[in-house]
């Protein structure tokens, strides 16, 4: 079966009926950079940035930031999106912890872009080495667990003050870096339009998308069967946040497991979802649903399929696209 896929590596995510589909790698290591580079991935959709600052007492220096950035974004010959520090709830790490007891509730807490604004300087040392390295390849900024438009504008800001302290210091970085947001956070979806007009691009993140909208801890094995992607709920948020990108003409990826499962490929497609990101392992098998696809028969297989609002229904007409 791999060898089989093989043969796709060099070929593009063109779907039967033409339509070209970008697959992005999700990476996290320093090394994995060279791993995309060799899948076939057309580009880093994901680049998980806590690893730098895990199992470790100290934070680490922009320097530091800057040379693995750096070293990460010469590696990557396409468009690398870099997530902004998403740390707290299932991403514990020794040196970003706030002081005092762990919350009851911490995904619901002060996680990800929370953490970022109660403490700028953390963010700041942190946007400043991404924009340098934006100088030695195509950067893209996005920022994780965006709630509303004000927490948006705030990191946009800091990001803005970082850009001109770089200037003053005449450091060389891209000036055009674009800003978007994670939709992974229910309101941010429902809000999506009014996001739109202000992120250049979105990334759906269904990780934690699903656990917000079910209301299930992703790491609770206790309720974990009740952990689905195909709840009637997700795909209308999904499908809502890609029309909402495509209204306001911005790119809408998804970056969560959902777009690396074959599963989910063919609804996804029928969905609109055309920037998928996944682990690099997963690009061939992906690839090879896509250019088996005619995408504008599964967006008419689609259409009606999420308003019949009941769940067999969906999943019976998700069964009859997976037919060959
Ligand atoms: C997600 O939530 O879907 C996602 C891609 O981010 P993470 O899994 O790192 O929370
Ligand atoms: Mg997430």
Known sequence: HRAGLVRLKGRDAVSRDGVPIRLLANIELPEDARVAEESGAQGVGLYRTEFLYMNRKELPSEEEQYDAYARIVSAVSGTITIRTLDLGAD??????????????????????????????????????????????????????????????????????????????????????????????????????????????????????????????????????????PLHPAVLHLIRHTIESGRGAGIPVAMCGEMAGDPRFTRLLLGLGLTDFSMHPNSILEIKQIVVESDIARLRAAMTGALDSGDPQTLRDRIAELDAP
């Open 91 to 228: 991403k514990q790490v020794d040196s970003g912890r706030s002081h005092g007891p762990l919350p009851t509730n911490p995904a619901l807490g002060l996680r990800a872009i929370r953490l970022c604004l109660k403490e700028p300087e953390l963010f700041r040392i942190q946007v400043r080495a991404l924009l340098r390295a934006s100088a030695h390849g195509r950067v893209q900024i996005m920022l994780p667990m965006i709630s509303n438009l004000q927490e948006f504008r705030q990191a946009a800001t800091l990001i803005e003050t970082a850009r001109a302290e770089l200037r003053a210091e005449g450091r060389p970085f891209a000036e055009n870096v674009p800003i978007g947001a994670m939709i992974e956070v229910p309101a941010a979806a429902i809000a999506a339009p009014m996001l739109a007009r202000h992120a250049r691009f979105f990334s759906i993140g269904t990780n934690d998308l699903i656990q917000y909208t079910l209301a299930i801890d992703r790491v609770d094995d206790e309720v974990n069967y009740l952990y689905d």
